[in-house]
């Protein structure tokens, strides 16, 4: 029997609420609660979300993966390594079965692992797990990834109480920084889990505003690649950010030249030019697609206020 522990924390409309902070010592379920509530223009806006820490690592190499840096003092560094499927089951057993605090939430699976990064595993860990979140109601499991191989997702029935996000990128980002499946592979992955009907979102990120002419014409081109196949649940935007253990441990340094502005996440792309890539991807789906279901990622309250956000409102990739 694992200890579940609860704290009161303030949310971003101002409110408190008791919450679960972790399930026994952390490991498997946790609060990620790394961003305290903003209190000032620079200060980020990050809600708190449930991490579920089935695994840590990734099988794909991005240049500016962040579990280079976090992941640097582990034994096996930023190599995929799931943990045993009895501990994840009896950590999240004792979540479903705790009556208190009742909140709703999701728990996010791709934050220190890529979510279908097991599904070589037997059984596969997408057909592992979502039949457990099948067994209630109160909680979600997101699952994120730069995967495109969703076929035991597909083949796995009922699927209601999960969120899946795939991590996109234009496709002359993806090429040159992302050692992972195309943009365009990824897109079509994910219509076969919109069409499985599985709630589906999409995460851009991290934009990278190379020179002008090509940056603004390849974004437009991904939003039409995405939503000529389906409309996402939900979309959230991320720009290009580095903190200094993954610029550190990073082999290519090519991306580095974009951050020239000091923040509390990282070094940065500096505002005026977030501002703009924002701006300019915000306003082409509204103009053209009418979508408006958007959050920004890791960006402060004065990034929310001039793009005219309410972030204290904020749904984003990772909350439900």
Not at 118 to 132: A, R, T, V
Not at 236 to 247: A, D, E, K, N, V
């Amino acid at each position: 029997m694992q200890t579940i522990h609860v704290h009161e924390y303030e949310i971003l409309d101002g409110s408190k609420k008791t919450l679960v902070k972790q399930i026994g010592s952390g490991s498997i379920i946790k609060r990620f609660d790394m961003t305290p509530p903003p209190k000032n223009p620079q200060d980020i806006v990050c809600p708190h979300f449930l991490e579920l820490k089935w695994a840590t690592g990734c099988p794909f190499d991005c240049a500016w993966c962040y579990l280079k840096g976090s992941l640097r003092h582990y034994p096996k560094g930023k190599q995929f390594t799931p943990k045993p499927y009895s501990r994840i089951k009896t950590h999240l057993m004792q979540l479903f079965r705790t009556i208190y605090p009742n909140e709703r939430e999701l728990l996010n699976a791709g934050e220190v692992a890529d979510s279908l990064g097991g599904e070589h595993l037997q059984p596969p860990f997408s057909k592992f797990i979502i039949p457990l979140f099948e067994l209630q109601k109160r909680y979600k499991l997101l699952l994120l990834t730069k995967s495109n191989n969703v076929k035991n997702l597909i083949e796995t029935s009922p699927h209601e109480h999960v969120t899946m996000s795939f991590s996109l990128n234009a496709e002359p980002v993806a090429k040159k920084w992302e050692k992972a499946p195309s943009a365009a592979s990824r897109i079509q992955a994910a219509k076969k889990v919109f069409n499985a009907g599985y709630e589906t979102r999409i995460r851009i990120d991290p934009i990278v505003p190379y020179p002008e002419s090509e940056w603004q014409k390849d974004y437009k081109v991904l939003i039409d690649q995405i939503l000529s196949q389906f409309f996402p649940e939900r979309i959230t935007l991320g720009s290009l950010r580095g903190l200094q253990s993954t610029i550190n441990q990073a082999e290519d340094k090519s991306w580095v030249g974009y951050l020239k502005e000091p923040s509390k996440w990282g070094r940065r792309i500096p505002f005026k030019q977030r501002h703009e890539t924002f701006k300019v991807i915000l306003d082409y789906l509204t103009r053209k697609y009418d979508y408006t279901n958007v959050a920004i990622c890791k960006e402060p309250v004065m990034m929310w206020e001039a793009l005219k956000m309410n972030w204290r409102k904020c749904k984003c990739n990772c909350v439900w």
